[in-house]
């Protein structure tokens, strides 16, 4: 069975850093791309950053890219995400996905989702 | 403001058939790009509903289909049931982006079951 469990969420100043972790089971990691989605309360989904099976590429959404880094330890199967300098409006649940590729990509398991919450 | 239009809100009785709309342009729907949609149940994480525009993953019941046609998409639902009501969000690629950054949702629709 396929799992994705997310920690490392709580609650940072602005300005402030966090990395969240997902740890996956029940897959052959490396051969996935992963990726972050997010949530803001009540809000809808947001991609934020992906990765390629070999860390070998890697891109970020425009409202993190240059603050968020996406990153992956095969050996340990786990994906992560460090994120600083982070703001008001990083507020959200963080979901790890594991994508799929076809014409275009989707994400076929979903993690419980973290919550990040920015707040002084 | 989402690349991809939902309406915000559609409602049902129960055994009735409801239709949720997707609508993009023709740097993502338009130009091919599969469209797929997503179930969020209250207090629960998004799960895979549609993929590939109308493929349905293990466990998901045939009641539910999705179709592409031009610049939209449309995920439709038959004999609803009290158990449906969710967040619904479609999600494709845009070729307006680079490499990853190519990932698009919708703005979602919540399904009310009367």
């Known amino acids: 069975e396929v799992q994705l469990v997310e920690s490392g969420g709580g609650v940072v100043r602005p300005g402030g850093s966090l990395r969240v972790l997902c740890a996956a089971s029940?897959?052959?990691?490396?051969?996935?791309?992963m990726a972050w989605v997010r949530q803001a309360p009540g809000k809808g989904l947001e991609w934020v950053s992906g990765?390629?099976?070999?860390?070998?590429?890697?891109?970020?959404a425009d409202s993190v890219k240059g603050r968020f880094t996406i990153s992956r330890d095969n050996a340990k199967k786990s994906l992560y995400l460090q994120m600083n300098s982070l703001r008001a409006d990083d507020t959200a649940f963080y979901y790890c996905v594991r994508r799929r590729f076809g014409s275009g990509t989707y994400f076929d398991f979903w993690g419980q989702g973290t919550l990040v919450t920015v707040s002084s | 403001q989402s690349v991809l239009t939902q309406p915000p809100s559609v409602s049902g009785a129960p055994g009735q058939r409801v239709t949720i709309s997707c609508t993009g342009s023709s740097s993502n729907i338009g130009a091919g790009y599969d469209v797929h949609w997503y179930q969020q149940l209250p207090g629960t994480a998004p799960k895979l509903l549609i993929y590939n525009d109308n493929n349905r993953p293990s466990g998901v019941p045939d009641r539910f289909s999705g179709s592409r046609s031009g610049t939209s998409a449309s995920l439709a639902i038959t004999g609803l049931q009290a158990e449906d009501e969710a967040d619904y969000y479609c999600q494709s690629f845009d070729s307006n982006l680079s490499g990853f950054s190519d990932v698009v949702f919708g703005g979602g629709t919540k399904l009310t079951v009367l």
């Open positions: 990765i390629s099976w070999n860390d070998g590429y890697t891109a970020y």
């Open positions: 029940g897959f052959t990691f490396d051969d996935y791309g």
